[in-house]
């Protein structure tokens, strides 16, 4: 089992930034691959980006935000620039004991049910 923690959520005005940082236990090696997902108020949980391939982002992140990964520290990161208020989510990481294949979308990732460990998630709001 692995278990994941999420913590760095919280209120910015539009513009801003915060750096989620996602902290595993467990049997780490078991955590071939990690994505930061996030949930929106009436909406299905949606991929934001995976470690995999130097980083795979969903379209509406691309440039914005950047994901990082310290095996030394078993941290998983996200670094998110430019916040909009359409960035305001609930935000989870997920890790996976398949290594993530680069030649697929965080999509298909999730729908295939690659991520089968996720934390509790921490909250982003942007607002002014």
């Known amino acids: 089992q692995v278990q994941l923690v999420e913590s760095g959520g919280g209120s910015v005005q539009p513009g801003g930034s915060l750096t989620l940082t996602c902290k595993a236990s467990?049997?780490?090696?078991?955590?071939?691959?990690m994505g930061w997902f996030r949930k929106l108020p009436g909406k299905e949980r949606e991929g934001v980006a995976v470690?995999?391939?130097?980083?795979k982002y969903v379209d509406s992140v691309k440039g914005r935000f950047t994901i990082s990964r310290d095996d030394a520290e078993n941290t998983l990161s996200l670094q998110m620039d430019a916040l909009r208020p359409d960035d305001t989510a609930l935000y989870y990481c997920?890790?996976?004991?398949?290594?993530?294949?680069?030649?697929?979308?965080?999509?298909?990732?999730?729908?295939?049910?690659?991520?089968?460990?996720w934390g509790q998630g921490t909250r982003v709001n942007v607002s002014s």
């Open positions: 467990g049997y780490t090696d078991m955590a071939y691959c």
């Open positions: 997920g890790a996976s004991s398949r290594k993530c294949p680069d030649y697929l979308s965080i999509w298909h990732m999730l729908h295939q049910n690659y991520f089968t460990y």
């Open positions: 470690d995999v391939g130097g980083g």
